[in-house]
Nanobody, 114 residues
Framework: QVQFVESGGGSVQPGGSLTLSCEVS????????MGWFRQAPGKERVMVAS???????DYAEPVKGRFTISRDDAKSRMYLQMDSLTPEDTAVYYC????????WGKGTQVIVSS
């Protein structure tokens, strides 16, 4: 059974930072490209960052230059460093394999507000 457990969300002021963590079980983590996704209220879930097995990363335009994705294959964990947060980053954040083909975890809520 594949499981994704996201953590690290919270409430921050605009301009603040958060680091999200994703713990993965049930798959050989090192063999999979991974992604961070988010779903804002009333909107569809979208991928904001991805990382290949090589460590090569890609970002959606709204977060480029502000978010940094990383992975630790030895720990089956993935991270998302989020800097210069804006209210538009408010969403529930999820992790999954690239393409989101497994069942979703509960996500972690990020609220950016003054």
């Amino acid at each position: 059974q594949v499981q994704f457990v996201e953590s690290g969300g919270g409430s921050v002021q605009p301009g603040g930072s958060l680091t999200l963590s994703c713990e993965v079980s049930g798959i050989i983590f090192s063999l999979y490209a991974m992604g961070w996704f988010r779903q804002a209220p009333g909107k569809e879930r979208v991928m904001v960052a991805s990382i290949l097995t090589t460590g090569s990363a890609d970002y959606a335009e709204p977060v480029k230059g502000r978010f940094t994705i990383s992975r630790d294959d030895a720990k089956s964990r993935m991270y998302l460093q989020m800097d210069s947060l804006t209210p538009e980053d408010t969403a529930v954040y999820y992790c999954n394999v690239f393409g989101g083909s497994y069942d979703w975890g509960k996500g972690t809520q990020v609220i950016v507000s003054s």
